[in-house]
């Protein structure tokens, strides 16, 4: 099927997402879990241990600085779905503000990050990288924080992995998400609200609410 940026945020809207089977698959498919993997925006998991990392790493954390460097490095793997038709997707709804990403630099590297798309108050992972010890668990720790601020309702994370389930994403029944989701998409949030994101501020709020 050949997508338009409408037709995917209509995808969302009712509860489904795109993939390709690999990189160089020019063909996409809809995906409707049964299960959803979703983060409780008042239930992410920061351990002592990466409370330190994020204390004390040299990091620096931004906001759609680099949307098409973090695409590329969630791309840069051995079997991923993002093909070259979806990357164009995301970057076309990037530049018309539905589609954000945080960015984790060591120095002036891009060593992590996540990236997703918004509609209203809901956020829709689609996919994170690391190339550094707890990268992509710094971006999500600042993601959730930062989506808490500013008015998020839903974060929508796919599926479940165990590696999300660690840092306290669950799974719900698809029933259950599509009313979260309707709540959501008919609510206000602003991702790129200016808010505090100082390691020490990150870690209190979250540490707070889970």
């Known amino acids: 099927m050949s997508l338009t940026p409408e037709l ?12 390709a089977e690999h990189r160089d698959d020019p063909e996409l498919f809809w995906v ?11 239930g992410f998991h920061i351990s002592r241990s990466l409370a330190r990392r ?22 840069d793997r051995t079997d991923t779905w993002i ?12 530049q018309s503000g539905r589609a954000h990403s945080l960015e984790v630099r060591e120095g002036e590297t891009l060593v992590g990050g996540v990236y997703g798309v918004t509609l ?32 998020f309702r839903l974060f929508d994370t796919q599926f479940l992995t ?4 660690t840092l306290g994403a669950i ?3 698809r029933a259950q998400y599509r009313i979260e989701l309707e709540e959501a998409i008919n609510a206000s ?18 540490t707070q609410t889970s």
Do not use: W
Not at 189 to 206: L, N, T
């Open 162 to 165: 165990a590696h999300l389930a």
């Open 32 to 42: 409707d879990p049964k299960f959803r993997g979703v983060f409780p925006l008042d």
């Open 8 to 19: 995917l945020l209509h995808g969302y809207s009712i509860g489904i997402f795109p993939m």
């Open 83 to 94: 093909n070259a038709e979806l990357r164009g997707l995301y970057q076309q709804l990037h």
């Open 120 to 151: 209203g108050a809901a956020f829709f992972g689609e996919s994170m990288f690391s190339r550094r010890k707890d990268a992509s668990k710094i971006a999500l720790a600042y993601l959730v924080d930062r989506l808490r601020q500013t008015g």
């Open 189 to 206: 949030a602003d991702f790129v609200a200016d808010v505090p994101q100082s390691p020490d501020g990150v870690i209190q709020r979250i």
């Open 171 to 173: 799974e719900i029944p």
């Open 54 to 75: 994020i204390r004390n790493c040299d990091y620096s954390v931004t906001i759609n600085r680099d949307f098409a460097g973090v695409v590329d490095g969630c791309a």
